[in-house]
């Protein structure tokens, strides 16, 4: 019979393999769920040793969260290549997937508590939705964004926070579907915008003239004309003469 032996771990190591434990037990439960004791124990080591890795529970908290915000910043990067429809669709994807495998620990970081409310967890949720900004808007290739462009871009960040949110706590709608409806809202907001703006609907023409009909974008168009298939001259609000 043989025994395993427990292979030492440099200082750096242990810390990220600390990390790793309270990131996995945050996908399951709140971080304000989880004790320093469950982490030591499913890293296979005591509670005073975690403390010699970091000073206290909010630090340790902190450095996975980190981890977590980064990993969730990088989900909105995209190549630069083929129909802004389809890019929006593949960050959305990439979003849900983030949210779906740590739902309990995003849903702690954006709605802020006792272990996660601090100044610095503020300031990387403020950070990622910053980077996810900024993203969105080198796809538009717009070197100085007109303040209804960052109007629009910002509040679609906004809206797909908060629809995950709403989202994880029931999952009543498929998450496929809230996907595409976020690429949708973009595209209306901007729309919205344009109406109001000289600056905003040059960039929409822009944007649907690169747009195969079958996208997303295209997909849109087609909803919303089943929504009112009567011509336009029909339309409420239309004069015949």
Do not use: C
């Amino acid at each position: 019979m043989t025994t395993g032996v427990r292979r030492r771990m440099g200082v750096e190591e242990r810390r990220q393999q600390l990390i790793s434990v309270a990131l996995d037990l945050f996908s399951h439960r709140s971080p304000d769920d989880v004790s320093i004791d469950e982490i030591a124990a499913a890293a296979g080591i005591s509670r005073p040793l975690v403390y010699h890795y970091f000073p206290g529970k909010q630090s340790l908290y902190e450095a996975a969260l980190r981890r977590a915000a980064d990993e969730l910043a990088e989900r909105f990067v995209e190549p630069r290549e083929g129909p802004l429809g389809a890019r929006l669709l593949r960050v959305m994807q990439r979003f849900f997937d983030f949210v779906d495998e740590h739902g309990p620990g995003f849903s702690a970081l954006m709605r802020g508590g006792p272990a996660v409310g601090s100044s610095t967890t503020n300031a990387m949720i403020d950070e990622v939705r910053n980077a996810a900004y900024l993203q969105i808007v080198s796809h538009l290739d717009v070197q100085d964004p007109p303040v209804r462009l960052q109007l629009v871009v910002r509040s679609w960040v906004s809206l797909a926070e908060s629809t995950a949110l709403i989202w994880l706590d029931g999952r009543t709608i498929p998450r496929a579907e809230l996907e595409l409806q976020l690429v949708h809202d973009f595209a209306a907001l901007a729309a919205v915008s344009a109406a109001y703006d000289t600056p905003m609907a040059e960039i929409v023409r822009r944007i649907l003239g690169d747009e195969p009909a079958d996208g997303p974008f295209g997909d849109l168009v087609g909803r919303l004309f089943s929504l009112a298939p009567l011509p336009a001259a029909e339309l409420p609000g239309q004069r015949t003469g």
